[in-house]
């Protein structure tokens, strides 16, 4: 067990508990830390933005812990508030459905509605592909393009396909803000399609992206554009079901036009 960080984590806890800032002497005679012990794991926690300093020499918690529960909160209220969306996506392209987290530069498959065709794109849930490569992870990375540091240049090849220019990656990225949805032209597996547009939370946050997938015979270009207005209508309904307002959050929004 680390000690450090079991005794930061303690110093935080307690902070968090308080109604009032709280000072070195009192955090260590409260929590049975020598002074100099306190006093680092309180810088240690100023320096990593979860506490901050005030006049007078006391604590208190940033809202860096309100970020960080309501993301947690928001992948776990997703998943049960689109499972409605995802269904009436599904019956009416009868195309498998995705919602997909970003994890770095990666895309997890968090819930998934089947494609009642014969011929269907494979997947799992908690599946992983390459964001760059997949609808929904385009969808992704155009509101969160801070995880583009975790790619190189040129990317990977998948398909004859894939994108692998950075430089042309953030285009399309562009082009994604302004279309409100994101396509994938067979750039992760030959011959499989898709079409994604990003859900934001109650925060204003993409916490999500809805998608369909399906094989490119049934997934041609006329098709995805026949079907764009129903994914990018789901995901606006889905982030208003998640306490979304675009009204309300547009000042605090980076600059893109929703599809129309």
Known sequence: MDSTLLKGLTVLEHLAASDEPRGVSEIARTL???????????QTLTAAGYVRALPGGTYECTLKLFELASAVLARVDVRRVAEPHMRALADATQETIHL????RAEVIYLHKMESPQPVRAYSSIGGRAPAYCVASGKALLAYQEEALRHLSDPLEAHTSRTITSLDAL?????QVRVQGFAINRGEWREGVCGLASIVHDALGKPVAAIGISGPAARLTPAALRDFSEGVVDTARTLSRALGYNPIAMSSRRAPSREFA
């Open 170 to 174: 953030r285009r399309e990225l562009e």
């Open 100 to 103: 997909s987290l970003l994890d």
């Open 32 to 42: 049975q830390l020598t002074k100099s012990n306190a006093h680092r794991t309180l």
